[in-house]
């Protein structure tokens, strides 16, 4: 009988065990440092990345600027009410990037190692502007030679995890 009892609340301990280790998995990740909490996960040429939304204006004119690192599986998202020619600078930006342009689902191009200005003082009317090669409602900016990495080509597909990002 005494068999049996321990037996029975081992099985017991090792069920609640896997329950609560199980919903571990399903608890979302704290957002990487540096990162708003609004973020979505998109998937592209079967990689993962975990990217900020930049909503409003001002988070879209600030975009990565200030940053001083970016993740291999981070990103920032721009979202954009109607496809357009949108340009992209680098101003105030620490680190390069590759950026990704997205029209409704499909890449339709990228930049790659977008590079940052050397000299912070120049002015803004001499940053270069990247411009998409067609217009886009999306544009993904990713750790620079995160393209190459992956293999990434204009016509691959952008798969969007969270409802209101896309």
Do not use: C
């Not at 009410?81 to 992209?88: A, L, T």
């Not at 029209?103 to 940053?127: H, M, R, W, Y």
């Amino acid at each position: 009988m005494r068999k049996f009892f321990l037996i029975a609340i081992l099985v017991i301990i090792t069920g609640v065990l896997y329950a609560v280790l199980d919903n571990f998995r399903t608890i979302p990740p704290v957002p990487p440092t540096g990162m708003r909490a609004e973020r979505v996960a998109i998937r592209i040429h079967g990689q993962n990345i975990l990217a900020e939304i930049a909503n409003t204006e001002e988070e879209k004119e600030k975009g990565l600027g200030g940053r001083t690192a970016l993740g291999s599986n981070e990103g920032m998202f721009f979202p954009f009410p109607e496809r357009g020619s949108y340009g992209f600078w680098m101003k105030g930006m620490k680190i390069p990037i590759d950026i990704v342009w997205i029209s409704g689902t499909t890449v339709i191009g990228f930049e790659e190692n977008v590079p940052f200005p050397q000299d912070a003082s120049v002015d803004d009317g001499k940053l270069p502007v990247y411009l998409p090669p067609s217009p886009v409602d999306g544009v993904l900016e990713l750790q620079a030679g995160k393209v190459k990495s992956i293999g990434l080509q204009a016509g691959d597909l952008a798969d969007f995890e969270r409802g209101n990002g896309r």
